[in-house]
Protein backbone atom coordinates (compact mmCIF):
# COMPACT_ATOMS: atom_id res chain seq x y z
CA UNK A 1 0.00 0.00 0.00
CA UNK A 2 0.85 3.67 0.37
CA UNK A 3 1.82 3.57 3.70
CA UNK A 4 5.14 5.17 4.38
CA UNK A 5 6.19 4.16 1.14
CA UNK A 6 8.24 7.04 0.35
CA UNK A 7 10.10 6.69 3.90
CA UNK A 8 13.23 7.34 3.28
CA UNK A 9 13.43 9.73 0.36
CA UNK A 10 13.71 13.51 -0.14
CA UNK A 11 11.23 15.32 -2.27
CA UNK A 12 11.32 18.70 -3.34
CA UNK A 13 7.93 20.25 -4.36
CA UNK A 14 7.55 23.94 -5.52
CA UNK A 15 4.03 25.45 -4.80
CA UNK A 16 2.13 28.75 -5.70
CA UNK A 17 3.11 31.33 -8.77
CA UNK A 18 6.68 33.88 -8.59
CA UNK A 19 6.07 37.74 -8.62
CA UNK A 20 8.10 39.77 -10.46
CA UNK A 21 8.91 43.09 -9.14
CA UNK A 22 8.16 46.23 -11.41
CA UNK A 23 9.09 49.00 -8.19
CA UNK A 24 8.70 48.16 -4.80
CA UNK A 25 5.14 47.91 -4.46
CA UNK A 26 4.33 46.36 -8.01
CA UNK A 27 4.49 43.14 -9.67
CA UNK A 28 3.85 40.83 -12.53
CA UNK A 29 2.24 37.72 -10.87
CA UNK A 30 -0.35 35.10 -11.95
CA UNK A 31 -3.28 33.42 -10.06
CA UNK A 32 -1.98 30.13 -8.88
CA UNK A 33 -2.98 29.88 -5.14
CA UNK A 34 -0.49 26.81 -4.24
CA UNK A 35 -3.72 24.51 -3.51
CA UNK A 36 -2.03 21.53 -5.75
CA UNK A 37 2.01 22.38 -4.46
CA UNK A 38 0.65 21.94 -1.07
CA UNK A 39 -1.68 18.69 -1.70
CA UNK A 40 1.48 17.10 -3.14
CA UNK A 41 3.79 18.34 0.51
CA UNK A 42 0.94 16.76 2.86
CA UNK A 43 0.26 13.98 0.59
CA UNK A 44 4.22 13.18 0.64
CA UNK A 45 4.75 13.75 4.29
CA UNK A 46 1.93 11.42 5.09
CA UNK A 47 3.63 8.84 2.87
CA UNK A 48 6.85 9.15 4.72
CA UNK A 49 8.84 11.07 2.88
CA UNK A 50 11.08 14.26 3.93
CA UNK A 51 9.66 17.36 2.13
CA UNK A 52 10.74 20.61 0.80
CA UNK A 53 8.30 22.84 0.13
CA UNK A 54 9.68 25.80 -2.06
CA UNK A 55 6.69 28.22 -1.58
CA UNK A 56 6.39 31.29 -4.16
CA UNK A 57 3.92 33.71 -2.57
CA UNK A 58 1.93 30.65 -0.71
CA UNK A 59 -0.89 32.44 1.44
CA UNK A 60 -1.76 29.15 3.28
CA UNK A 61 -0.52 27.46 6.23
CA UNK A 62 2.82 25.58 6.03
CA UNK A 63 2.15 22.07 6.02
CA UNK A 64 3.56 20.38 9.72
CA UNK A 65 6.88 18.77 9.19
CA UNK A 66 7.74 20.01 5.79
CA UNK A 67 10.93 22.00 5.30
CA UNK A 68 9.01 25.48 3.51
CA UNK A 69 11.93 28.14 1.82
CA UNK A 70 9.84 30.76 0.77
CA UNK A 71 10.96 32.59 -2.32
CA UNK A 72 9.20 35.43 -4.00
CA UNK A 73 10.38 35.75 -8.06
CA UNK A 74 11.65 32.96 -10.67
CA UNK A 75 15.08 34.07 -10.44
CA UNK A 76 14.97 33.21 -6.16
CA UNK A 77 12.64 30.02 -7.05
CA UNK A 78 15.96 28.70 -9.43
CA UNK A 79 18.29 29.60 -6.51
CA UNK A 80 16.11 27.30 -4.21
CA UNK A 81 14.82 24.26 -6.12
CA UNK A 82 18.89 23.86 -7.78
CA UNK A 83 20.28 23.91 -3.89
CA UNK A 84 17.56 21.39 -2.95
CA UNK A 85 17.74 19.14 -6.11
CA UNK A 86 21.12 18.24 -5.22
CA UNK A 87 19.75 15.89 -2.53
CA UNK A 88 16.45 15.43 -4.02
CA UNK A 89 15.33 11.97 -5.23
CA UNK A 90 12.30 13.94 -6.76
CA UNK A 91 11.65 16.86 -7.77
CA UNK A 92 7.82 18.43 -8.31
CA UNK A 93 7.63 21.84 -10.23
CA UNK A 94 4.05 22.95 -9.03
CA UNK A 95 4.69 26.53 -8.29
CA UNK A 96 3.76 28.54 -11.81
CA UNK A 97 7.15 30.30 -13.03
CA UNK A 98 6.78 33.67 -14.72
CA UNK A 99 8.05 33.21 -18.24
CA UNK A 100 8.91 37.20 -18.32
CA UNK A 101 10.39 39.26 -15.82
CA UNK A 102 10.97 43.45 -15.86
CA UNK A 103 14.29 44.05 -17.53
CA UNK A 104 14.98 46.73 -14.65
CA UNK A 105 12.84 46.91 -11.37
CA UNK A 106 12.50 51.13 -9.73
CA UNK A 107 14.31 51.31 -6.55
CA UNK A 108 11.69 53.69 -5.98
CA UNK A 109 7.75 53.55 -6.93
CA UNK A 110 7.07 54.47 -10.20
CA UNK A 111 5.07 57.99 -10.32
CA UNK A 112 2.15 59.23 -12.34
CA UNK A 113 3.02 61.66 -15.01
CA UNK A 114 0.88 63.39 -17.37
CA UNK A 115 0.91 61.69 -20.73
CA UNK A 116 1.58 58.13 -22.02
CA UNK A 117 3.67 56.24 -19.51
CA UNK A 118 7.22 54.47 -19.87
CA UNK A 119 6.40 50.91 -21.24
CA UNK A 120 7.57 48.26 -19.14
CA UNK A 121 10.16 46.06 -21.17
CA UNK A 122 10.73 42.51 -20.71
CA UNK A 123 13.59 39.56 -20.52
CA UNK A 124 13.18 36.07 -20.72
CA UNK A 125 13.08 33.87 -17.09
CA UNK A 126 15.48 30.66 -16.68
CA UNK A 127 13.43 27.44 -17.69
CA UNK A 128 14.01 25.86 -14.38
CA UNK A 129 12.26 22.80 -15.07
CA UNK A 130 14.26 22.76 -18.69
CA UNK A 131 17.32 22.99 -16.54
CA UNK A 132 16.75 20.75 -14.59
CA UNK A 133 16.11 18.18 -17.31
CA UNK A 134 19.38 19.15 -18.61
CA UNK A 135 21.64 18.69 -15.70
CA UNK A 136 20.50 15.47 -15.32
CA UNK A 137 21.25 14.31 -18.93
CA UNK A 138 24.98 15.87 -18.22
CA UNK A 139 25.97 14.04 -15.04
CA UNK A 140 25.34 17.06 -12.45
CA UNK A 141 21.93 16.06 -11.14
CA UNK A 142 22.24 11.90 -10.04
CA UNK A 143 20.41 9.81 -13.18
CA UNK A 144 17.49 8.12 -10.95
CA UNK A 145 15.95 12.04 -9.92
CA UNK A 146 12.51 12.03 -11.14
CA UNK A 147 11.60 15.30 -12.32
CA UNK A 148 8.37 16.48 -12.97
CA UNK A 149 6.28 19.28 -13.93
CA UNK A 150 2.67 20.72 -14.46
CA UNK A 151 1.15 22.32 -17.22
CA UNK A 152 -1.83 24.60 -18.37
CA UNK A 153 -3.20 23.58 -21.93
CA UNK A 154 -6.49 24.68 -23.32
CA UNK A 155 -6.34 22.51 -26.66
CA UNK A 156 -4.13 19.46 -28.20
CA UNK A 157 -3.45 18.50 -24.89
CA UNK A 158 -2.03 15.30 -25.93
CA UNK A 159 0.59 16.43 -28.90
CA UNK A 160 1.35 20.10 -26.71
CA UNK A 161 1.87 18.17 -23.73
CA UNK A 162 4.32 15.22 -25.45
CA UNK A 163 6.59 18.29 -26.94
CA UNK A 164 6.43 19.79 -23.59
CA UNK A 165 7.62 17.15 -21.40
CA UNK A 166 10.39 16.29 -24.51
CA UNK A 167 11.22 19.71 -24.97
CA UNK A 168 12.23 20.08 -20.92
CA UNK A 169 13.21 16.20 -20.41
CA UNK A 170 11.00 15.67 -17.62
CA UNK A 171 9.49 11.94 -16.67
CA UNK A 172 6.19 12.83 -15.90
CA UNK A 173 4.41 15.79 -16.73
CA UNK A 174 0.90 16.73 -14.95
CA UNK A 175 -1.41 18.37 -18.32
CA UNK A 176 -3.97 20.86 -15.94
CA UNK A 177 -7.41 20.83 -18.22
CA UNK A 178 -7.79 24.64 -17.42
CA UNK A 179 -11.02 26.76 -17.64
CA UNK A 180 -14.91 26.33 -16.30
CA UNK A 181 -14.03 26.36 -12.59
CA UNK A 182 -10.89 23.93 -13.00
CA UNK A 183 -7.17 24.52 -11.54
CA UNK A 184 -7.19 27.68 -10.18
CA UNK A 185 -7.91 28.39 -6.76
CA UNK A 186 -9.92 25.43 -6.76
CA UNK A 187 -9.88 22.46 -4.57
CA UNK A 188 -10.65 20.27 -7.61
CA UNK A 189 -8.55 19.32 -10.43
CA UNK A 190 -8.63 17.31 -13.62
CA UNK A 191 -5.49 16.01 -15.38
CA UNK A 192 -3.55 13.87 -17.85
CA UNK A 193 -0.79 12.51 -16.66
CA UNK A 194 1.84 12.20 -19.58
CA UNK A 195 4.86 9.52 -18.53
CA UNK A 196 7.93 8.94 -20.66
CA UNK A 197 7.14 5.10 -21.87
CA UNK A 198 3.83 4.95 -21.07
CA UNK A 199 0.32 5.83 -21.34
CA UNK A 200 -1.77 8.97 -21.07
CA UNK A 201 -3.63 8.51 -17.63
CA UNK A 202 -6.79 10.36 -17.32
CA UNK A 203 -7.51 11.59 -13.93
CA UNK A 204 -11.05 12.75 -13.55
CA UNK A 205 -12.03 16.05 -11.65
CA UNK A 206 -11.95 15.47 -7.98
CA UNK A 207 -9.70 16.27 -4.98
CA UNK A 208 -6.20 18.12 -5.16
CA UNK A 209 -4.85 15.38 -2.98
CA UNK A 210 -5.66 12.05 -4.84
CA UNK A 211 -3.99 13.92 -8.24
CA UNK A 212 -0.87 14.26 -5.62
CA UNK A 213 -1.48 10.82 -4.46
CA UNK A 214 -1.65 9.74 -8.35
CA UNK A 215 1.56 11.88 -9.03
CA UNK A 216 3.52 10.26 -5.99
CA UNK A 217 2.45 6.62 -7.13
CA UNK A 218 4.23 7.15 -9.91
CA UNK A 219 7.03 8.70 -8.51
CA UNK A 220 7.47 5.89 -6.11
CA UNK A 221 7.29 3.31 -9.16
CA UNK A 222 10.02 4.80 -10.57
CA UNK A 223 12.47 4.72 -7.57
CA UNK A 224 11.70 1.26 -6.54
O1 LIG B 1 6.29 25.90 -20.28
P1 LIG B 1 5.26 25.90 -19.20
O2 LIG B 1 5.26 27.15 -18.37
O3 LIG B 1 3.90 25.49 -19.66
O4 LIG B 1 5.75 24.70 -18.26
C1 LIG B 1 5.18 24.50 -17.01
C2 LIG B 1 6.11 23.69 -16.15
O5 LIG B 1 7.45 24.18 -16.25
C3 LIG B 1 5.77 23.79 -14.68
O6 LIG B 1 6.18 22.58 -14.06
C4 LIG B 1 6.60 24.97 -14.22
O7 LIG B 1 6.85 24.92 -12.83
C5 LIG B 1 7.86 24.80 -15.04
N1 LIG B 1 8.50 26.07 -15.41
C6 LIG B 1 9.78 26.33 -14.95
N2 LIG B 1 10.40 27.50 -15.28
C7 LIG B 1 9.79 28.41 -16.08
C8 LIG B 1 8.49 28.15 -16.57
C9 LIG B 1 7.88 26.98 -16.21
O8 LIG B 1 10.34 25.49 -14.24
N3 LIG B 1 10.42 29.53 -16.39
New binding site residues.
Given amino acids: GRDRDLAGRHLVV ?1 AGGTREAIDPVRFIGNRSSGLQGLALARTALARGAEVTLLAANVALPDPPGAKVVRVES ?1 LELREAVLAAAETADAVV ?7 FRPAATSDSKIKKTAGEPDPIRLVQ ?6 ELGERRRTGRLPGATVLV ?4 ETDDVLANGAA ?1 LAR ?1 GCDLLVVNQVGAGKAFGTPDNAATILSTGAPPLEIPLGPKEGLADTVWDLVSTRLS
Fill in positions: SAMAAAVADNPDILAGFAAKK
